[in-house]
């Protein structure tokens, strides 16, 4: 047997030597041999990378470093004396990490349930018979057949093959079908070998007998697969963004506690182990225990929202790199346009013809003028018709119900030829039937063309279609107003003109011609297929999706660059990339050839400039990515081929699609597409951004709380202990872990503030917590309610005859004071919860009571701090007592000022500045 070789060494290989050097015959192989080389090459299958087991993925949700601040913190609480704070740390902790863990799995089970595998079954010749067998025990040496419609198991050298027309576009991004034969031609770039076939493609058209070279992951699609494997997962922005910020909260609390120790021991003079408990209590105090849950819930909302638009995210920290994301390398077909091959213009020597509708539905016209045409009125166009679909092998399955895609058995060029003779109200059967079929000389990529024989009203007539410059080379005739004429040099130019116009728009041409035969003749292709009357041209393209304008445009607005990294032609690429708006034409459209010259200095510097990558090998579209990350660049990738799976690995976020993405392209893929649309790339940029500031808000709001939970403390030690602590630490975690988690969460639901997709990306080495947040939240909300907080402590001291009783032994009056002190922290917390909502815009603009989830965390903190109050057993374990009236006037004057002077702070940021 042989040894492991790629299918395109074996193209010029002749038959008879290959069949000796697999050992194997036109008749198969034994049962005997195949089980041999099941136990030697293994089976026909593409193995997934390793993945970890459900356990190490649960616990790798209590092990980030945020999750062990808290375990850390828990054990701080519980030796400074304080079991119930340990416990409500650890149980914040656990709840989190089950979350997580349920949320990731349950993304990771919907992805799976996207997975499109290999074919699973290929009849083979075995023993002599014709087998169907599972496509996973296809081994080197198998006879296998092809058949329109069939995916392709393994990568195969063809024995024989009629009109076979390959699908390649898992392998080359490029969308139109390769044509197959027999006869080996090296072909334009990789995996065009004429004679060799290759896993995870499809056979649009004909069908072909194979032998098998290559199977499982030693196919090109296996190889590819594995490069995707071999990568380490990258640490999102996100992940390193939070570990940032837990060294931030770390370094300031224990900074605070040692300052908190220092004082108790020599302004105080606190004995040391009081001291020290007194200092955790202030560490413990200043870590946001409700952070992990709360960044969690808001990645989770943010993948929900994802979801219902179309974009299913498999790891929640990818939620936030999306809104980081500066460039965009998005695949042509499918993704930027609608893989639906559509026919928009015809070209007569009489006359230019629009063709209006889009896709594989009949839902457009062909117009005559002003008037749409109907089948039967002009010669010359009705028979360029009759030959579109007449010279056609492909069925169009029109949609069941609405919002469902057409189903074609054959290729996209012959569906759109279909749907053009639907718009001009053709009946295909009743044609078919008139005009029956004689015999056929299928397409190959040596002539270029197809023809059938036809007999129309007892007369043999050849109908061809073809690429035009081989088809105009043996007409000698052209029709033009319905007459015959001979074809002259003059109207060659007219013809080749009008196709380099075409062309120029990036749009493809399919010449159409006949020739009347002889009944008595021998139809022989060679005698056939010369002295054609020319007919025409039919001008078709893959039309851009409707949405992708808007979506390019929110794109530029928002600073984000796109790239199209593409393996379809350069012509096609720079039109489509034109037409939508993504480059000027002065952009530099770079061939995967030109690329594979190029130095990375030379690519350094063509990506600081408009490009284009056509024709591009999967390794180049992986250089392309990293190239761009060393410049400090964002990158989001776009594929569907397991070409794009090493790029979509290696990007920050790999976007895949669910419709069309092969298995290794969902796999490698951070984010899959449900509807292969870049528009929803656009939309979970939005949410990525939206997602990021929510995070923010989330950090003011609950920042803002620590000062006047710090302010108490500072006024125990200043008074040297005079003054009793105005908050216990009990009541300090309701706070963290109580009144402020679901107005917390509200605010992880907020929607995009107006304006998000107008601001540029946020820069590479921005952090969450940055200057603004900490000076608005410590230096605005938090000393305000500092303030605030401090008078209602001093206000219900007064009231009860301080200083002249002693409060500390007062028992009622001491515990009513620190419920003050408490309330009035929850009320100006109510008022931050409204105020973080936007950074700039106002309130108002937003709706006050549009985010029911902050208004339901209102009452609750409402309701909440009623019950600690008023029932008895919460009084005893938080130190609290009811409030009476004057107090409660204080606290309800609190929320609207709060709320008004914040947007009058706001009104003057938005000002615009002379």
């Known amino acids: 047997m042989k040894e492991f070789k790629t299918a ?35 089976h026909n299958t593409i193995q997934r990378g390793q993945r970890q087991s459900q356990f190490k993925l ?158 499982g992951m030693n196919t090109e699609f296996g190889q590819i697969a594995q490069l995707t494997q071999n990568q380490r997962p990258n640490v999102s922005p996100l992940q390193k963004e939070l570990n940032h910020l837990t060294q931030q909260i770390s370094l300031l609390a224990i900074s605070i506690g040692v300052l908190f120790f220092i004082l108790a021991i020599f302004f105080v003079h606190y004995p040391i182990a009081k001291s020290f408990i007194f200092a955790l209590g202030m560490i413990v105090a200043f870590i946001p225990e409700g952070l992990l849950p709360t960044v ?163 007369q043999p007539v050849a109908y061809i279609k073809g690429a035009l410059d081989g088809l105009l080379a043996i007409s000698t005739t052209i029709l033009d107003n319905g007459q015959v004429r001979n074809l002259t040099e003059q109207d060659r130019r007219h013809i080749l003109a009008a196709n380099d116009h075409y062309a120029a728009a990036g749009l493809r041409s399919l010449a159409m011609a006949y020739r009347e035969l002889n009944p008595q003749a021998n139809w022989t292709q060679a005698a056939v297929e010369q002295g054609l009357t020319f007919v025409g041209l039919t001008i078709m393209a893959d039309p851009p999706r409707l949405e992708i304008y808007a979506a390019v445009a929110k794109c530029h607005a928002a600073n984000i660059r796109i790239i199209m990294v593409t393996g379809d032609s350069a012509l096609t690429a720079k039109s489509i990339a034109c037409k939508i708006g993504i480059t000027s034409d002065q952009a530099r459209v770079v061939t995967g050839t030109e690329l594979a010259n190029m130095s990375d200095a030379d690519l350094k510097a ?27 660049e964002v990158v989001a990738s776009t594929g569907d081929g397991v070409n794009d799976a090493p790029a979509l690995k290696k990007a920050d976020i790999g976007v895949a699609m669910g419709m069309t993405g092969t298995d290794v392209a969902k796999d490698a893929a951070d984010m899959i597409l449900t509807d292969d649309n870049f528009a929803s790339i656009v939309a979970a940029i939005e949410e990525g951004r939206t997602v990021y500031s929510n995070i923010q808000k989330f950090l003011l709001y609950i920042l803002n709380s620590n000062l006047p939970e710090a302010a108490p403390s500072v006024i125990f030690l200043f008074s040297r202990g005079l003054i009793p602590l105005p908050l216990t630490v009990m009541q300090i975690l309701t706070v963290d872990l109580g009144t402020d988690m679901l107005p917390a969460l509200g605010l992880g639901a907020e929607r995009s503030e107006p304006g998000i997709m107008e601001q540029p990306p946020r820069k590479h080495n921005a952090h969450l917590l940055n200057r603004r947040i900490l000076w608005t939240a410590f230096g605005w909300y938090g000393l305000i309610a500092a303030v605030l907080s401090t008078i209602g402590y001093f206000l219900v001291n007064y009231a009860n005859d301080w200083p002249q009783i002693n409060l500390a032994a007062s028992g009622g009056v001491y515990q009513q004071a620190t419920t003050m002190t408490l309330a009035v922290i929850i009320f100006c917390q109510i008022a931050a919860a409204l105020n973080c909502r936007t950074q700039y815009s106002s309130l108002f603009k937003i709706g006050l009571f549009s985010n029911r989830k902050i208004i339901g965390g209102i009452v609750f903190e409402i309701l909440l701090l009623l019950a600690l109050m008023y029932l008895p057993t919460l009084q005893l374990i938080f130190n609290t007592a009811p409030l009476h009236g004057a107090e409660w006037l204080y606290l309800l004057a609190i929320p609207l000022p709060l709320l008004l002077i914040e947007e009058t702070r706001k009104y003057w940021l938005r000002r615009p500045v002379n």
Not at 112 to 123: G, K
Not at 345 to 358: A, E, M, R
């Open 8 to 42: 395109g060494d074996y193209a010029q290989v002749p038959i008879k030597q290959l069949y000796q050097q697999f050992e194997t015959s036109a008749a198969g192989l034994s049962s005997h041999e195949v089980q041999v080389r099941l136990a030697t090459y293994g």
């Open 58 to 215: 649960f616990i790798k949700n209590f092990t980030s470093l945020m999750a062990i601040l808290l375990w850390i913190s828990g054990i701080i609480a519980l030796f400074a004396g304080m079991l119930e704070l340990a416990i409500a740390i650890w149980a914040v902790n656990l709840i989190n990490g089950v979350f997580s863990f349920w949320q990731e799995h349950a993304a990771q089970k919907a992805t799976n349930s996207l997975r499109q595998m290999l074919p699973a079954y290929t009849q083979v010749l075995r023993d002599g018979q014709q087998q169907q067998i599972d496509a996973a025990d296809l081994v080197p040496g198998d006879i296998f057949t092809i058949q329109a419609g069939n995916s392709i198991s393994a990568d195969a050298y063809l024995i024989s093959a009629t009109g076979l027309q390959v699908d390649e576009s898992a392998l080359t991004g490029e969308s139109v079908p390769e044509s197959k034969s027999v006869i080996y031609h090296p072909g334009d770039g990789k995996f065009a070998e004429t004679n060799i076939v290759y896993a995870g493609t499809t056979a649009a058209s004909g069908n072909a007998q194979a032998i098998a070279l290559n199977t």
């Open 296 to 458: 969690t819930l808001s990645l989770a909302q943010g993948v929900q929202r994802m979801a219902k638009k179309h974009a299913l995210v498999k790891d929640l920290s990818s939620v936030e790199t999306l809104g980081e994301t500066t460039v965009i390398c998005s695949d042509k077909t499918g993704t930027l346009t609608q893989n639906q091959m559509t026919i928009n213009h015809i070209w007569l020597p009489s006359g230019d013809y629009v063709v209006s509708g889009q896709g594989y539905v009949n839902n457009g016209q062909i117009m005559l003028g002003q008037q749409p045409y109907i089948f039967g009125q002009k010669h010359d166009l009705d028979l360029l018709l009759q030959i579109s679909v007449l010279n056609n092998n492909t069925t169009v399955k029109a949609p069941a119900t609405v919002g469902e895609q057409a189903k074609i058995l054959g290729t996209p060029t012959e569906a759109a030829l279909i749907i053009l003779a639907e718009k001009a109200q053709l009946d295909l059967s009743t044609l078919q039937t008139k005009l029956p079929r004689q015999q056929e000389f299928p397409f190959d990529s040596e002539r270029k063309r197809m023809t059938t024989i036809q007999l129309v009203n007892g």
């Open 606 to 632: 063509a990506l600081s400039s408009e490009l284009i990558f056509a024709r591009v090998a999967p390794e180049q579209k992986y250089r392309v990515v990293t190239m761009l990350q060393s410049m400090g």
